[in-house]
Nanobody, 121 residues
Framework: EVQLVESGGGLVQPGGSLRLSCSTS????????MSWVRQAPGKGLEWVSG????????TYADSVKGRFTISRDNAKNTLYLQMNSLKPEDTAVYYC??????????????WGKGTLVTASS
């Protein structure tokens, strides 16, 4: 059974930082692209960032480019999202997602339950 479990969310002041983690099991983590996707209150899903299976290829939405960094540790089967210079508009539930192939441009197949990030003073 594929499992994706996000953690690391919380309340942070604007300008602050958080690091999200996504622990995975039930599949060969090192063989699949992964992404982070978020949903702000009352809004639709927004793709945030993606990373290829080996970690050498990454991509970001314009809204987070230069502030967020996606990474992965294939030995630990874990995906990360380092979020710096957080803004109130980054407030959302953040989900990690497993892609159907080795890169982030394949369709998403499995999702975690999400972790809430709130950037507010």
């Amino acid at each position: 059974e594929v499992q994706l479990v996000e953690s690391g969310g919380g309340l942070v002041q604007p300008g602050g930082s958080l690091r999200l983690s996504c622990s995975t099991s039930g599949f060969t983590f090192s063989s699949y692209g992964m992404s982070w996707v978020r949903q702000a209150p009352g809004k639709g899903l927004e793709w945030v960032s993606g990373i290829a299976s080996g970690g050498g290829s990454t991509t970001y939405a314009d809204s987070v480019k230069g502030r967020f960094t996606i990474s992965r540790d294939n030995a630990k089967n874990t995906l990360y999202l380092q979020m710096n210079s957080l803004k109130p508009e980054d407030t959302a539930v953040y989900y990690c997602a497993h892609h159907r192939g080795y890169n982030w441009y394949y369709g998403m197949e499995y999702w975690g339950k999400g972790t809430l990030v709130t950037a507010s003073s």
